[in-house]
C-alpha cells in the first residue's frame, strides 16, 4: 500500500479503500465537519458531488460551472473555483452564488484552479488555464498574459496578484502556522516555499521539494498538524517533512489528483482520483477546515 511512509504517520498494514468510482474525473474534495460527508467536483460532468456513508455519492450541484478546488470560509460558506465560468464563487447561507473574484485589472480570470482560506478571512487562489477547454471549462483564450496566484482581502475589496513567475501554479496550502505558503507548479513538478509577509503578500520564494516519475503530476496538497506536506503524484500521495525531505508515498490505484483531511479527528485522508474517490487512515491529523 505504502512506500517507506514513516509508522509514525500510517499504519504498515493501512488500506487505500474506494468509497465511489463511475465519475468523469475528481477534483476538489472538501470535509464538511458538521454535517459529515465529503463534497467534490467532477469537473467534466459540471457536477459537485456529495460522498456519505449512507447514500455513497449524489449529486450536490448541478451546473457548478465544471468547478474544482472547494473550501469554507470563516463563516462556513462554500467557496468554489469555477473553470466555465472563469471565477472565484461563494454561496450564500440561502443558497444564491455570488461572484468574489473574476478580474484583475479588468481582465478575465484563466480559470481558478485551487484555493486555502488563511485564518484571518482571506482567500488565496491559483489560476492556471486549465479550464480554457471544453473538457474541463469553456473553450478559450487567456486574456492575460500570465498564469498567476491571487490573495483576495477578508472584505472581498482587494484582489492582489502574489507572483507571476510560474508556468502552471495548483495546489496551494499554508503551514500549520500560517508563516509559509506551499504553491505547486505542475508542469515544472516541483513545490515552492515562500514566507508570509504581515501584509499578507509572500517573499523569499524557493524550491521546497521536487517530483520524478510518469502518471502522476504535482496536483492538489495540504499539510498535517505537525507540518509534513502531502502533494499528489507519480504512484499516489508523495509525503515530504517541513525540510523537504521526502518521507514515501502512499499508493493509489488511480491518477490521483487532489486530497482532503476529515473524519471526527481529521485524521482520515480523503482522496480524488480519476474515476474515483477514495480514503486512508493516517496516525497523524490534518489541519482542520471550518
Not at 129 to 143: I, K, M, R
Not at 207 to 217: L, W
Amino acid at each position: 500500500m505504502s512506500l517507506d511512509v514513516s509508522s509514525d504517520l500510517i499504519d504498515a498494514d493501512a488500506q487505500v479503500k474506494q468509497l465511489g468510482t463511475e465519475c468523469q474525473f475528481t477534483e476538489g474534495p472538501l470535509w464538511n465537519a458538521e454535517g459529515k460527508f465529503l463534497l467534490f467536483s467532477d469537473i467534466p460532468a459540471n457536477q459537485m458531488k456529495k460522498w456519505t456513508p449512507e447514500s455513497g455519492i449524489i449529486t450536490f450541484r448541478h451546473p457548478s460551472g465544471k468547478s474544482n478546488g472547494l473550501t469554507y470560509d470563516k463563516q462556513g460558506r462554500l467557496i468554489a473555483c469555477e473553470h466555465a465560468n472563469r471565477r472565484v464563487s461563494r454561496t450564500e447561507a440561502d443558497g444564491t452564488v455570488v461572484t468574489i473574484a473574476s478580474h484583475y485589472e479588468g481582465k478575465r480570470l484563466n480559470s481558478p484552479n485551487d484555493i486555502v482560506v488563511k485564518s484571518d478571512g482571506s482567500i488565496y487562489f491559483t489560476d492556471p488555464p486549465y479550464g480554457l477547454t471544453a473538457d474541463f471549462g469553456v473553450e478559450g483564450e487567456s486574456e492575460l498574459d500570465f498564469q498567476g496566484v491571487y490573495r483576495l482581502s477578508a472584505d472581498g475589496q482587494e484582489l492582489t496578484l502574489l507572483i507571476d513567475d510560474f508556468d502552471r501554479p495548483n495546489g496551494l496550502c499554508f503551514s500549520p502556522d500560517e508563516s509559509i505558503l506551499y504553491i505547486n507548479d505542475t508542469n515544472r513538478m516541483h513545490i515552492r516555499a515562500f514566507d508570509v509577509q504581515s501584509n499578507g503578500t509572500i517573499a523569499n520564494g524557493r524550491v521546497f521539494a521536487e517530483e520524478e516519475g510518469d502518471e502522476g503530476k504535482p496536483d492538489g496538497m495540504k499539510v498535517d498538524a505537525h507540518g509534513n506536506v502531502y502533494v499528489t503524484g507519480p504512484g499516489g500521495i508523495w509525503i515530504f517533512d517541513s525540510a523537504g525531505e521526502r518521507l514515501g508515498i502512499i499508493n493509489v490505484p488511480e491518477r490521483t489528483a487532489n486530497l482532503a483531511w476529515g473524519g471526527d479527528d481529521w485524521r482520515t485522508l480523503f482522496i480524488t482520483a480519476s474515476t474515483s474517490i477514495y480514503c486512508v487512515q493516517l496516525k497523524v491529523a490534518g489541519i482542520p477546515v471550518p
